[in-house]
């Protein structure tokens, strides 16, 4: 995956679990949650390291949704949103991603990681009145 440390912990995992994954399980928990750690820097922008220390400051609401994201795939890897058993039924495309990734952000999720980073999607834009004179005056000197 990235070369950067994950957002949370395998110790954090482990509490949300309920138990401490070991081997293969402990391998995947760790594969989810770089992989869900990768899917939140891209939605903020934000890294999170320290060149120093490693991983530094993250906010609280990102590893929480960090480890959201992990167990969420941890304990549906094959992202399901509906099985029957008479006749196998299966289904996954209920928030439109095609063949069920277990790994992404929802909606909601995007918007608190924009949030926490200090994104935001209000842009500051400075107008200037064609009636002002501004532009009048400063295409005349130029002339």
């Not at 320290?50 to 530094?56: A, E, F, R, V």
């Not at 439109?96 to 842009?123: C, D, H, M, P, Q």
Request: aromatic share 6%.
């Amino acid at each position: 995956m990235s070369d950067l440390p994950p957002l949370a912990s395998l110790q954090e995992f482990s509490a949300r679990l309920g138990y401490t994954p070991e081997g293969v399980e402990a391998e995947r928990a760790e594969a989810l949650l770089d992989e869900a750690s990768e899917l939140i820097r891209d939605e903020a922008g934000e890294d999170w390291v320290d060149s120093d220390s490693g991983l530094g400051l993250v906010p609280r609401r990102v590893v929480k949704i960090c480890l959201a994201v992990a167990y969420r795939a941890f304990v549906n890897p094959e992202a399901l949103t509906q099985r029957g058993i008479g006749d196998s039924n299966k289904s996954y495309d209920r928030t439109r991603r095609e063949g069920g990734e277990a790994v992404y952000l929802t909606e909601a999720e995007r918007k608190a990681i924009r949030r926490a980073a200090g994104a935001s999607t209000f842009t500051a834009v400075t107008l200037t009145s064609p009636y002002s004179g501004e532009g009048v005056v400063d295409s005349l000197a130029g002339s």
